[in-house]
């Protein structure tokens, strides 16, 4: 369904704490399955946002720094508190019905962290609702 890739913090360089995420057909099959859309991840996020700001570290910070563009692949952009910080749409070395989101600006541990931490909460709420009961 997805893949991680290039998980490895490096604090000790700038930019040297990103990743990508690469979604296969098979998580866009699974988004389809669900009645997911942009208006719930968006109030699902407003009701969130103030623990994992408050998990992570960030103080005063308001909770809309936290945003997901939704799209038939679910999560196609997330962005996180920190200058223009965030996973961004590419289609880069993907084959047809794939997509890979691949680091903007993303220059500390925490907000990797929190990226890591939004998309797992999307992935959760997918396999949730399309579960086999």
């Excluded at 913090?9 to 930019?15: A, L, T, Y």
Aim: one cysteine or more.
């Amino acid at each position: 369904m997805y893949r991680i890739d290039s998980w490895h913090p490096d604090v000790s360089k700038m930019g040297g704490c990103g990743f990508s995420i690469k979604l296969f057909k098979e998580f866009k099959e699974k988004v389809a399955q669900t009645d997911l859309t942009q208006e719930k991840i968006d109030t699902g996020i407003k009701r969130m946002s103030p623990y994992w700001l408050k998990d992570h570290g960030y103080k005063d910070v308001d909770y809309s720094r936290i945003s997901v563009r939704w799209g038939e692949f679910g999560p196609e952009h997330i962005t996180v508190p920190g200058n223009a910080c965030g996973l961004d749409k590419s289609t880069f070395m993907c084959d047809k019905d794939e997509i890979l989101l691949v680091p903007h600006n993303v220059d500390s541990l925490r907000q990797m962290s929190l990226l890591l931490t939004v998309f797992c909460w999307i992935e959760s709420l997918i396999y949730l609702q399309t579960l086999k009961l």
